[in-house]
């Protein structure tokens, strides 16, 4: 069984610019959520895509945007970055049911410059 | 939105019992407990979750209060492997992430 992937491991970008991130779920998961995690701090929800649609948002500007494919892949893409915006990003999959499980990915380490 | 505290920070000896408290004093009828914890450079990775009944995996052991306005993780044995910070979350039973706060966690150190 594989395990949820995230690429690019790191990536340094200068404010203003545009991003794209990836991921990509464990086998046999519906559901990718993406968690942006500033240091010392727990995981703060961004937005869920269920079946390729957008299935519950957090407190995030539309700047932060998301994708979801047929093979339950993921993108999360953010425009005209911000030095907040500097931090890791995680994405998780899991089977969309109560209470169910999350698996999460290593997270993109982004910096905004 | 149901909120959980954590102290910020515990040490175990390594060998020994460790018991994370939790609480979650607003908890409604249907949230689960879950527990993630994060080792350094690395995302979360679950630990154990329940809903009313204490429960038992092989890593851990979940234990619920009555009220179920609190709970502890349980780790019989840490070892250094299990320095982490944890998390206590509340999952509603609506099918959307949205309503889950992670917060600071508890920051586990274990002493060899």
């Known amino acids: 069984e594989t395990g949820v992937t995230q690429s690019p491991t790191h990536l340094i970008k200068t404010r203003g610019q545009q991003v794209t991130l990836r991921c990509s779920s464990q086998?046999?998961?519906?559901?990718v959520s993406w968690y942006q995690q500033a240091l010392g701090q727990g995981p703060q929800f961004i937005f869920q895509?269920?079946?390729?649609?957008?299935?519950g948002r957090g407190n995030f500007p539309p700047r932060f945007s998301g994708l979801q494919f047929p093979n339950y892949s993921s993108e999360l893409n953010v425009n005209a970055l911000e030095l907040d915006d500097s931090a890791l990003y995680l994405c998780?999959?899991?089977?969309?049911?109560?209470?169910?499980?999350?698996?999460f990915g290593p997270g993109t380490r982004l910096t905004v410059l | 939105d149901a909120k959980t505290t954590q102290p910020n920070s515990m040490e175990s000896n390594e060998e020994e019992p460790v018991h994370l408290p939790c609480n979650h004093s607003?908890?409604?009828?249907?949230?689960?407990i879950h527990w993630y914890r994060q080792l350094p450079s690395q995302g979360p990775e679950y630990v154990i979750h329940?809903?009313?009944s204490n429960v038992n995996n092989r890593m851990a052991s979940l234990a619920i209060a009555e009220d179920r306005k609190s709970s502890t993780l349980i780790l019989h044995r840490a070892t250094l492997r299990d320095a982490a910070v944890y998390y206590c979350?509340?999952?509603?039973?609506?099918?959307?992430?949205?309503?889950?706060?992670f917060g600071p966690g508890t920051s586990l150190s274990v002493i060899p």
């Open positions: 895509y269920y079946r390729e649609e957008e299935n």
């Open positions: 979350i509340l999952h509603p039973t609506e099918t959307s992430y949205d309503k889950v706060i």
């Open positions: 998780a999959s899991s089977i969309l049911a109560r209470g169910d499980t999350q698996y």
């Open positions: 329940g809903l009313t």
């Open positions: 607003t908890i409604s009828g249907t949230d689960y």
């Open positions: 086998s046999g998961h519906n559901t």
